[in-house]
């Protein structure tokens, strides 16, 4: 478990935002989230005062805007979603440059492309600054069910375990002179996957014995419930704080 | 292109439609962390666990389709014939909030209408299926390898299909409803016959090697006829 304490986003820097407590950050960025979503989609420079917001955390997070935008290309598949709407909207319908565009599926694809940009810069920036052990625990004080709190540690840290076994099954393949790539080969592949789920399952059961030799009955102890002190929580509330100030004047405006 | 979304992210379906969805989801898998416990008990958490943690480590494994095209499975089907519906719901529901908040993949407040999708829809139909097949069809490797095809391809199109409902409920833009279920049907087809072939190989493959490990095998059992050794 040498490296199963990171995960593929988390950006290993030191920052006043990497520092706020993890529950604080979640609760913001759902708070900053939900706003964006409600907020009309007409308001246009509504959301460029949220983007600017985004890009005042992403300085003080010190998260470089490549790496965002680099990792902001999983949401392409909505953009495209997006690109296709004005073609394929009813209703009134206006002519740009020969094309003949819907005005309420130009309207659609801002929508998407706005609030899906905006709420995937803001999942990116909170992954980016959050471990993932951090991320579980500030889910746990925000009272999240303990139930899927320990799921999901578990499923986090043997995560990285599956993967390595994952990975030994193949090159134990390759090494043996088979590598299938192709459709027709997807039974070498589909039974390595049953492989998978064998040592997945009776490593879980491995896991609950020694677990259960330890003293377990049920309950993981609680990790200490150190609390964000209110200093914190205010930090952090000054982006949802912001967020609505703008969505406000863009409503009133 | 490594990654791409599958997840729905803001913006595509609207506030109130969105929140009904989230308290859905947040009521359906109350009911399913109840049930999975009285197949799992204290066991639940270590086991969905790692059984979540496989099917996020099955998602990561890629495999390729066509040159330049390559898919991986998304495990719904599978994870309810090998663990059953209850914990199946759980562990992919825990995949997909792992993947919101961790990985960027499908929006916060969006969140309850990918659950209610792929979590409870997906499986829902998956496990029907699955009871209704396994009353005819003969429950060994094979029968349970075509039962897991047809269910990976139902549920895949059904969970698509979840995701046209919310769209007409609270679509953000006026679409044509036949379009875009018909477009959404017919991605999701190709996508579940691939799911289909490798969760019917790797189902077939674990009812080889343990068969008692398999959820489906399990209950859907006719009582068994306990051979008696005679002991005069």
């Given amino acids: 478990m040498g490296a199963g304490h990171a995960h593929p986003l988390h950006l290993a820097t030191a920052s006043p935002v990497h520092r706020l407590a993890p529950e604080v950050k979640i609760a913001a960025v759902l708070l900053f989230t939900i706003i964006v979503v409600v907020t009309p989609r007409e308001k246009f420079w509504a959301f460029g005062g949220y983007a600017l917001l985004l890009a005042v955390v992403a300085v003080v997070a010190r998260v470089p805007a490549l790496w965002l935008a680099k990792r902001a290309t999983i949401e392409l598949p909505f953009v495209l979603l997006a690109i296709a709407l004005p073609f394929a909207g009813r209703g009134e319908r206006i002519d740009w440059f020969g094309l003949s565009l819907s005005v309420d599926g ?19 920036l909170l992954a980016a600054s959050t471990t993932m052990r951090d991320l579980i625990l500030g889910l746990d004080r925000l009272r999240c069910p303990t139930v899927f709190t320990q799921i999901a540690t578990f499923m986090l840290r043997y995560l990285d375990v599956l993967a390595d076994d994952a990975r030994r099954m193949r090159i134990a393949r390759l090494s043996r002179g088979y590598d299938p790539r192709f459709l027709w080969q997807v039974k070498a592949f589909a039974v390595s996957v049953g492989a998978l789920f064998l040592r997945a399952y009776e490593r879980g059961e491995r896991v609950y014995l020694a677990m259960v030799s330890r003293g377990y009955a049920g309950r ?15 930090a952090a509330s000054a982006l949802p704080v912001a967020t609505a100030g703008i969505a406000l004047a863009a409503l009133w405006g | 292109m490594e990654t791409t979304a599958m997840h729905i992210a803001n913006g595509i379906v609207d ?3 969105s929140a009904v969805f989230a308290v859905l989801a947040v009521a ?19 086991m969905a666990g790692l059984v979540a943690a496989f099917i996020f480590a099955v998602q990561m494994l890629n495999f390729q389709v066509l040159p330049g095209v390559s898919g991986h499975l998304l495990g719904g089907t599978l994870a309810v014939i090998l663990v059953g519906p209850w914990v199946g719901a759980i562990c992919v529901s825990t995949v997909l909030i792992v993947q ?27 496990y029907l299926l699955v009871a209704g097949l396994l009353r005819v069809l003969p429950r060994n490797a094979k029968g349970l390898a075509v039962t897991a095809f047809i269910a990976s391809v139902v549920s895949v199109v059904v969970a698509s299909q979840g995701f046209v409902l919310e769209y007409a409920l609270g679509g953000t833009t006026d679409l044509s409803l036949p379009w875009v279920s018909g477009t959404m049907a017919g991605v999701h087809v190709l996508i579940g016959i691939g799911e ?12 080889r090697v ?23």
Wanted: aromatic content about 6%; proline content about 6%; hydrophobic content about 50%.
């Fill in chain 2, 210 to 232: 343990r068969p008692d490990l398999v959820y489906a095998l399990r209950h859907f059992r006719k009582p068994a006829v306990v051979e008696q050794e005679v002991t005069a």
């Fill in chain 2, 28 to 46: 359906a898998l109350a009911v399913c962390v109840r049930k999975a416990r009285n197949d799992l008990d204290e066991r639940l958490a270590p």
């Fill in chain 2, 15 to 17: 506030g109130p439609v």
């Fill in chain 1, 220 to 234: 993981l102890p609680q990790p200490e419930s150190g609390r964000a002190p209110a200093g914190q929580w205010l």
């Fill in chain 2, 100 to 126: 919101c908040l961790l990985f960027a993949d499908g929006g916060l407040t969006a969140i309850g209408l990918n659950i209610t999708n792929m979590a409870l829809l997906g499986t829902a139909a998956g």
């Fill in chain 1, 106 to 124: 130009l309207h659609g694809a801002w929508n998407i492309f706005a609030k899906g940009t905006l709420g995937v810069l803001a999942s990116l």
């Fill in chain 2, 196 to 207: 289909g072939l490798i969760a019917a190989t790797t189902v077939a493959t674990v009812a």
